[in-house]
Structure formats: C-alpha cells, structure tokens
C-alpha cells in the first residue's frame, strides 16, 4: 500500500462532513452547541449527534440558521470516539461574488446583514452591502466638505420700507462648528 493510500484511509474515519441541523448556545463555556447529521458511507444513511461543539475562531461566535428548502450550513468534522466536533463550516445559501481581495461578514439569512470590506479600505454595511462606512480621515474629509459650503453662505435681506433696495447683507463666514455673530459689512443703495 502506498503511503498516500495509508494516509487517506488512516484519516477516513477521523474527518468527515455533516449539516448542521439544529443550534444552541451552551451557557457554561458560551459555545455553539450543534445538532449535526453526518453522512457516514454516501447512501443517505446518518448518524446524528445532538451535542457536537463547535471548534470555530476564538475571536467570533456564530449560529447557524436552520436547514431550509435552500440547504443547511455545511460543517467539516473531527471524530473522536463518539464525539463530533466542528472544525470548520460553510454555508452556500446567500453566498454573494467577491472580488480579489474582499472580505464579507454576513449574517444568516437572505434578508441578513452584510459588512463588505474591499481592498482600497471601503466598508460597506446593509443587506445589500451598499451603504458606504466611513472611518477616520473619510469622516474628516465629509464634514470638511460640509463645513466649506457653510463657511461660505451668503444671506440676502429685503430693504426696509423708504430705504431702497438693498442688495445684500454679507455675514462672516461659520468657524468651526460654532456660527459666529452677524454682523453686516455694508449695505448698498440702488439708485432708480
């Protein structure tokens, strides 16, 4: 037998795959508990185990939505003795295209939230992931936009009554976020 051939059939019965069928969050250690089915010889027979822990990212905790009429949530196994454990999962339901370089976080459903990170730094956040985030120096650069066209406003008055018509009353510019006080500059008769 080659050493190829012993290897794969070593570890055949250590890593298998199953669907997760049903989920739970145990309250002692704070980790998914999963109902997984695994399909032990390919011949729609299965073994079923109700209390199989899932071994994912130290740093995220996720659930699995239930098995619809799309599929169930795909998860690659560790067998040891009668226990499984999730070492890895996928979900091809609402799966979206990607870019090189991209990266989603989705929630699990159609309708769920997705962040939508691109390479050049944009995040985007919604359902659709369409809504732009912006962060740091891009939130600087939108106020600072927003401040110029303020800082630089105009206010038109009407003359009073017997006065003429006045032209316009210039008010100094917005500084910062605080308006500073009106003051008029001039105002320009018109001779008719």
Same mark, same amino acid.
């Given at each position: 037998?080659?050493?190829?051939?012993?290897?794969?059939?070593?570890?055949?019965?250590?890593?298998?795959?199953?669907?997760?069928?049903?989920?739970?969050?145990?309250?002692?250690?704070?980790?998914?508990?999963?109902?997984?089915?695994?399909?032990?010889?390919?011949?729609?027979?299965?073994?079923?185990?109700?209390?199989?822990?899932?071994?994912?990212?130290?740093?995220?905790?996720?659930?699995?939505?239930?098995?619809?009429?799309?599929?169930?949530?795909?998860?690659?196994? *560790? %067998?040891? #003795?009668?226990?499984?454990?999730? !070492?890895?999962?996928?979900?091809r339901?609402?799966? $979206?295209? &990607?870019?090189? +370089?991209?990266?989603? *976080? %989705?929630? #699990?459903?159609?309708?769920?939230? !997705?962040?939508?990170?691109?390479?050049?730094?944009? $995040?985007? &956040?919604?359902? +659709?992931?369409?809504?732009?985030?912006?962060?740091?120096?891009?939130?600087?650069?939108?106020?600072?936009?927003?401040?110029?066209?303020?800082?630089?406003?105009?206010?038109?008055?009407?003359?009073?009554?017997?006065?003429?018509?006045?032209?316009?009353?210039?008010?100094?510019?917005?500084?910062?976020?605080a308006?500073t006080?009106?003051?008029?500059?001039?105002?320009?008769?018109?001779?008719?």
């Amino acid at each position: 037998m080659s050493t190829r051939s012993f290897v794969e059939e070593t570890i055949s019965g250590l890593i298998d795959f199953a669907t997760a069928q049903a989920s739970t969050i145990s309250t002692v250690a704070k980790s998914t508990i999963l109902t997984l089915r695994a399909n032990l010889e390919g011949d729609g027979s299965y073994e079923e185990v109700d209390d199989a822990e899932d071994w994912g990212s130290w740093a995220l905790l996720t659930r699995p939505a239930a098995p619809d009429s799309d599929g169930a949530c795909e998860f690659m196994i *560790l %067998r040891r #003795g009668d226990e499984l454990i999730g !070492i890895a999962s996928k979900d091809r339901r609402w799966q $979206i295209t &990607l870019e090189e +370089g991209e990266a989603v *976080l %989705r929630a #699990g459903s159609s309708s769920g939230a !997705i962040i939508h990170v691109k390479p050049d730094g944009t $995040i985007k &956040l919604g359902t +659709g992931a369409t809504e732009g985030i912006g962060l740091g120096d891009a939130i600087a650069a939108h106020f600072d936009a927003i401040k110029t066209v303020f800082d630089n406003h105009i206010h038109l008055t009407t003359a009073t009554e017997g006065s003429g018509p006045t032209v316009g009353t210039i008010t100094p510019p917005v500084t910062g976020f605080a308006a500073t006080p009106a003051v008029a500059s001039s105002k320009h008769t018109v001779e008719t």
